[in-house]
């Protein structure tokens, strides 16, 4: 199983961002999906989740701004991305786990089996 993330970078507050996971190795449609952030000195939180029925979870620092969605006949995850903050600055990965994902878990970093390597955004002000 094999996670990359890309579309990170630096943008102003109030700007938009799309990030973008590829995902292989596995039936990619049948598992919960999610994305994760940390920023330097912090845990890494949940930010927002779907599961294979694309019901999607969110963190309450992000909602309202922030859209999770998979396209699974390109085995992709995205997470867009509007009215960053700075706070939003951090090292973003996208996660995986086979099957079924608790609603009340999806959000807990413990609940996914597969990580990829981060892609960095960066939000000033």
């Known amino acids: 199983v094999q996670l990359v993330e890309s579309g990170g970078g630096s943008v102003q507050a109030g700007g938009s961002l799309r990030l973008s996971c590829a995902v292989s190795?596995?039936?990619?449609?049948?598992?919960?999906m999610a994305w994760f952030r940390q920023a330097p000195g912090e845990q890494r939180e949940g930010v927002a989740a779907i599961d294979s029925d694309g019901i999607t979870t969110y963190a309450e620092s992000v909602k309202g701004r922030t859209t999770i969605s998979r396209d699974n006949a390109k085995n992709a995850l995205y997470l867009q991305m509007t009215s960053l903050k700075a706070e939003d600055t951090a090292m973003y990965y996208c996660?995986?786990?086979?099957?079924?994902?608790?609603?009340?878990?999806?959000?807990?970093?413990?609940?996914?089996?597969?990580w990829g390597q981060g892609t960095q955004v960066t939000v000033s002000s």
């Open positions: 190795g596995y039936t990619y449609r049948r598992y919960c």
């Open positions: 996660a995986a786990t086979a099957g079924y994902c608790s609603r009340t878990l999806r959000l807990w970093e413990l609940t996914y089996s597969y």
